[in-house]
T-cell receptor
Framework: NAGVMQNPRHLVRRRGQEARLRCSPM?????VYWYRQLPEEGLKFMVY????????ESGMPKERFSAEFPKEGPSILRIQQVVRGDSAAYFC???????????FGDGTRLSIL | KNQVEQSPQSLIILEGKNCTLQ??????????LRWYKQDTGRGPVSLTI?????NTKSNGRYTATLDADTKQSSLHITASQLSDSASYIC????????????FGAGTRLAVHP
């Protein structure tokens, strides 16, 4: 049983480029959560999606950030026109139902030059 | 404001020694509290989960306590091993609705030989 898979594990972008982070949930899980972790800080909630629907995006910046979880394929966190402050580790978690425990992937470390 | 605070921020102990990590939270309404272990470069992995009515829960050499009155929790690690070197994160789930989690910043533990 594969766990939550995130790719790429490391991503380097120049300021102004776009970053796409992918998350494949555990088999049978239809709920996906994205978190951001800055150095020396705890994980901060960004967005919660259930297949094809955004349930809660209260933690996601309104500009430049978007997330989707299509019917087929992985969930995508997209950051447009990246800035230095976007450098962080981005973690994805999935759960079978909305009230079930979340299982985490190993994250994507985004570095902005 | 929902918050989880952990102390100490970092800790160094010798192999074989015990240690206790602290967590204070102001999260309401409270559902449960988990301790996670996060190895460098990896995602968080759940160690213990405690609900409102539970005072103590053990998982091998890890023992978590919860005082719901004072809103404090601790994680005690017995007979530490080099592999215990990691960040330990206290996470509180908000009751009601979906799986909304509030993360502490973690305690970074280093076990030296």
């Amino acid at each position: 049983n594969a766990g939550v898979m995130q790719n790429p594990r490391h991503l380097v972008r120049r300021r102004g480029q776009e970053a796409r982070l992918r998350c494949s949930p555990m088999k049978g899980h239809s709920h996906v959560y994205w978190y951001r972790q800055l150095p020396e800080e705890g994980l901060k909630f960004m967005v919660y999606l259930q297949k094809e629907n955004i349930i809660d995006e209260s933690g996601m910046p309104k500009e430049r950030f978007s997330a989707e979880f299509p019917k087929e394929g992985p969930s995508i966190l997209r950051i447009q026109q990246v800035v230095r402050g976007d450098s962080a580790a981005y973690f994805c978690a999935s759960s079978e139902q909305g009230d079930q425990p979340q299982h985490f992937g190993d994250g994507t470390r985004l570095s902005i030059l | 404001k929902n918050q989880v605070e952990q102390s100490p921020q970092s800790l160094i102990i010798l192999e074989g020694k015990n240690c206790t990590l602290q967590c204070n939270y102001t999260v309401s309404p409270f559902s449960n509290l988990r301790w996670y272990k996060q190895d460098t470069g990896r995602g968080p992995v759940s160690l213990t989960i405690m609900t409102f009515s539970e005072n103590t829960k053990s998982n091998g050499r890890y023992t978590a306590t919860l005082d719901a009155d004072t809103k404090q929790s601790s994680l005690h690690i017995t007979a530490s091993q080099l592999s215990d070197s990691a960040s330990y994160i206290c996470v509180v789930r908000i009751s009601g609705g979906y799986n909304k989690l509030i993360f502490g910043a973690g305690t970074r533990l280093a076990v030296h030989p």
